[in-house]
């Protein structure tokens, strides 16, 4: 993983549009206390793992009627000044009951689920402060 550096701290609102600019498509990135910082690209034994938890949680909020599912990095504003914009594997939301109402951008209300596909490149330290961010957030669970 590595910071790209910049001058200044940038807010979620500025990454969003920095992400989706075409010379930025390409790259796989989350804002982390205001600063840009590279990811590793997922393998496809990763996204096999949460395309099944996806498949599960869909079937559990179709049969409740209530909430709804994102996965494979959708960003989520998970904290402010400076921002960080963390884009969690799986993500059961309850925000919104219509498709109109779920933002375009990123989420910044607590979630009911996040879950967090292990990768080779994880520590232990990496994990456990990703699980300490989403507490404060407000998630309950991880």
């Known amino acids: 993983m590595a ?3 910049s001058k200044k701290l940038m807010t979620a609102e500025e990454f969003y549009e920095w992400a989706n600019h075409p010379d930025n498509r390409h ?3 989350e804002l982390e206390r205001g600063e840009i910082v590279e990811m590793s690209r997922p393998g496809k034994r990763h ?3 949460c395309a099944n938890v996806v498949g599960i949680l869909r079937n559990f909020v179709i049969q409740r009627k209530k909430g709804y599912i994102c996965s494979n ?3 989520v504003i998970v904290g402010r000044d400076p921002d960080t914009v963390r884009g969690p594997d799986v993500m059961l ?3 919104a009951a219509r498709i109109e109402d779920v933002e375009e951008k990123y989420g910044e209300k607590p ?3 996040v879950v967090e ?3 080779p490149n994880d520590t232990p330290g990496k994990i456990t402060e990703r699980i300490q961010e989403q507490k404060r957030f407000g998630t309950p669970l991880i």
Do not use: A
């Open 3 to 5: 910071t790209v550096t």
């Open 73 to 75: 990095d959708t960003g």
């Open 111 to 113: 979630l009911v689920l």
């Open 47 to 49: 996204g096999l793992v």
């Open 27 to 29: 790259k796989y990135c």
């Open 117 to 119: 596909v292990l990768s």
């Open 93 to 95: 939301f309850e925000d």
